[in-house]
Protein backbone atom coordinates (compact mmCIF):
# COMPACT_ATOMS: atom_id res chain seq x y z
CA UNK A 1 0.00 0.00 0.00
CA UNK A 2 1.23 3.39 -0.84
CA UNK A 3 -0.33 6.86 -0.73
CA UNK A 4 -0.64 8.05 -4.30
CA UNK A 5 -2.28 11.50 -3.53
CA UNK A 6 -3.67 13.36 -0.84
CA UNK A 7 -5.47 17.09 -0.53
CA UNK A 8 -8.28 18.64 -0.55
CA UNK A 9 -10.69 21.12 -1.88
CA UNK A 10 -11.95 23.83 -0.68
CA UNK A 11 -14.10 26.16 -2.56
CA UNK A 12 -14.30 29.88 -2.16
CA UNK A 13 -16.69 30.45 0.94
CA UNK A 14 -17.63 33.73 -0.96
CA UNK A 15 -19.12 32.56 -3.42
CA UNK A 16 -22.42 31.69 -3.88
CA UNK A 17 -23.67 27.97 -2.92
CA UNK A 18 -24.40 26.44 -6.34
CA UNK A 19 -21.01 27.73 -7.90
CA UNK A 20 -18.94 25.94 -4.77
CA UNK A 21 -20.81 22.80 -5.81
CA UNK A 22 -19.89 23.26 -9.44
CA UNK A 23 -16.14 23.58 -8.30
CA UNK A 24 -16.32 20.79 -6.07
CA UNK A 25 -17.99 18.62 -8.66
CA UNK A 26 -15.50 19.80 -11.80
CA UNK A 27 -11.98 20.06 -9.11
CA UNK A 28 -13.12 16.16 -8.59
CA UNK A 29 -13.91 14.98 -12.04
CA UNK A 30 -10.45 16.70 -12.85
CA UNK A 31 -8.28 14.64 -10.10
CA UNK A 32 -10.54 11.31 -11.45
CA UNK A 33 -9.03 12.08 -14.96
CA UNK A 34 -5.63 12.48 -13.77
CA UNK A 35 -5.25 9.91 -11.57
CA UNK A 36 -6.35 5.48 -12.51
CA UNK A 37 -8.99 4.78 -9.78
CA UNK A 38 -10.03 1.25 -8.85
CA UNK A 39 -13.08 2.72 -6.62
CA UNK A 40 -14.14 5.40 -4.06
CA UNK A 41 -14.92 4.92 -0.48
CA UNK A 42 -16.43 7.55 1.46
CA UNK A 43 -17.99 8.35 5.28
CA UNK A 44 -21.45 7.99 5.55
CA UNK A 45 -23.12 11.13 7.12
CA UNK A 46 -23.89 11.45 10.27
CA UNK A 47 -26.57 13.50 11.62
CA UNK A 48 -25.34 16.42 13.91
CA UNK A 49 -27.00 19.65 15.72
CA UNK A 50 -27.27 21.64 12.98
CA UNK A 51 -29.35 20.87 10.00
CA UNK A 52 -28.19 23.39 7.69
CA UNK A 53 -24.88 22.25 7.96
CA UNK A 54 -26.07 18.84 7.03
CA UNK A 55 -28.00 19.64 4.35
CA UNK A 56 -25.55 21.54 2.96
CA UNK A 57 -22.85 18.59 3.53
CA UNK A 58 -25.26 16.18 1.55
CA UNK A 59 -25.28 18.56 -1.59
CA UNK A 60 -21.87 19.01 -1.82
CA UNK A 61 -21.41 15.07 -1.34
CA UNK A 62 -24.27 14.16 -4.31
CA UNK A 63 -22.01 16.94 -6.15
CA UNK A 64 -19.11 14.54 -5.66
CA UNK A 65 -20.38 11.44 -5.67
CA UNK A 66 -22.14 12.62 -9.09
CA UNK A 67 -18.30 13.64 -10.43
CA UNK A 68 -17.38 9.71 -9.34
CA UNK A 69 -20.66 7.95 -10.76
CA UNK A 70 -19.94 9.79 -14.49
CA UNK A 71 -16.73 7.97 -14.43
CA UNK A 72 -18.32 4.50 -13.44
CA UNK A 73 -16.33 4.08 -10.51
CA UNK A 74 -17.50 1.73 -7.58
CA UNK A 75 -18.49 3.69 -4.64
CA UNK A 76 -18.26 1.71 -1.42
CA UNK A 77 -19.35 3.52 2.25
CA UNK A 78 -18.58 2.99 5.78
CA UNK A 79 -19.74 4.31 8.70
CA UNK A 80 -17.41 6.53 11.09
CA UNK A 81 -17.30 3.68 13.62
CA UNK A 82 -16.15 1.01 11.35
CA UNK A 83 -13.59 3.20 10.04
CA UNK A 84 -12.27 4.00 13.46
CA UNK A 85 -12.61 0.34 14.47
CA UNK A 86 -10.91 -0.64 11.07
CA UNK A 87 -8.22 1.70 11.39
CA UNK A 88 -7.79 1.68 15.32
CA UNK A 89 -8.82 -1.25 16.27
CA UNK A 90 -11.40 0.63 18.28
CA UNK A 91 -14.87 2.22 16.95
CA UNK A 92 -14.89 5.23 19.27
CA UNK A 93 -11.03 5.89 18.83
CA UNK A 94 -10.37 9.45 19.49
CA UNK A 95 -9.69 11.83 15.70
CA UNK A 96 -5.71 12.04 17.06
CA UNK A 97 -5.96 8.49 17.41
CA UNK A 98 -6.97 7.93 13.96
CA UNK A 99 -3.94 10.22 12.58
CA UNK A 100 -1.81 8.15 14.13
CA UNK A 101 -2.63 5.09 12.69
CA UNK A 102 -2.99 6.06 9.33
CA UNK A 103 0.81 7.52 9.66
CA UNK A 104 1.79 4.02 11.01
CA UNK A 105 0.19 2.49 8.30
CA UNK A 106 1.58 4.65 5.49
CA UNK A 107 5.25 5.08 7.08
CA UNK A 108 6.49 7.11 4.01
CA UNK A 109 3.99 9.13 2.83
CA UNK A 110 4.24 12.92 3.22
CA UNK A 111 1.59 14.21 5.62
CA UNK A 112 1.61 17.72 5.55
CA UNK A 113 1.21 19.90 9.12
CA UNK A 114 -1.49 22.19 7.88
CA UNK A 115 -3.89 19.89 5.88
CA UNK A 116 -7.07 19.44 8.06
CA UNK A 117 -8.19 16.25 10.02
CA UNK A 118 -10.14 15.51 7.27
CA UNK A 119 -7.59 14.39 4.66
CA UNK A 120 -6.30 12.14 7.38
CA UNK A 121 -9.88 10.62 7.19
CA UNK A 122 -10.33 10.38 3.98
CA UNK A 123 -7.24 8.07 3.94
CA UNK A 124 -8.45 5.97 6.54
CA UNK A 125 -11.55 5.86 4.97
CA UNK A 126 -9.36 4.15 1.87
CA UNK A 127 -7.72 1.73 4.56
CA UNK A 128 -11.03 0.80 5.74
CA UNK A 129 -11.68 -0.08 2.28
CA UNK A 130 -8.54 -2.26 2.19
CA UNK A 131 -9.30 -4.00 5.50
CA UNK A 132 -12.84 -4.85 4.17
CA UNK A 133 -11.10 -6.44 1.01
CA UNK A 134 -9.17 -8.60 3.69
CA UNK A 135 -6.63 -10.91 1.64
CA UNK A 136 -8.30 -9.76 -1.85
CA UNK A 137 -6.47 -7.07 -4.15
CA UNK A 138 -8.62 -4.68 -6.41
CA UNK A 139 -8.55 -6.11 -9.92
CA UNK A 140 -6.10 -8.89 -9.39
CA UNK A 141 -7.39 -12.50 -9.24
CA UNK A 142 -3.78 -15.17 -9.05
CA UNK A 143 -5.18 -16.43 -5.87
CA UNK A 144 -2.07 -14.88 -3.99
CA UNK A 145 -3.17 -13.33 -0.43
CA UNK A 146 -1.05 -10.60 1.66
CA UNK A 147 -2.94 -10.11 5.27
CA UNK A 148 -3.89 -6.54 5.82
CA UNK A 149 -1.30 -6.46 8.78
CA UNK A 150 1.36 -8.23 6.19
CA UNK A 151 0.66 -5.08 3.93
CA UNK A 152 1.18 -2.43 6.60
CA UNK A 153 4.40 -3.75 7.91
CA UNK A 154 5.65 -3.83 4.17
CA UNK A 155 4.65 -0.33 4.37
CA UNK A 156 6.67 0.21 7.31
CA UNK A 157 4.35 0.14 10.38
CA UNK A 158 5.58 -1.61 13.28
CA UNK A 159 4.63 -5.27 13.72
CA UNK A 160 2.80 -4.69 17.52
CA UNK A 161 0.64 -1.98 15.48
CA UNK A 162 0.04 -3.62 12.52
CA UNK A 163 -1.24 -6.72 14.36
CA UNK A 164 -3.07 -4.44 16.56
CA UNK A 165 -5.19 -2.78 13.27
CA UNK A 166 -5.49 -6.57 12.04
CA UNK A 167 -7.50 -7.66 14.94
CA UNK A 168 -9.67 -4.42 14.81
CA UNK A 169 -11.02 -5.74 11.59
CA UNK A 170 -12.14 -9.43 12.25
Known amino acids: MRLVHAGFLRAEVKEPFHERLLYLHKALDQLLQDHEVDEVSVETPFYGVNVKSLMQMCHARG ?17 PRE ?4 VVG ?56 VSFADRLIAAGATTEAARRAQRGVR
Open 90 to 145: NGNASKEQVVFMVKQALKDAVFEEDWPLDVTDAIATALCRAHRLGNRVVGVDDGST
Open 83 to 86: IKKA
Open 63 to 79: SLLAAVARHGIPVHEYA
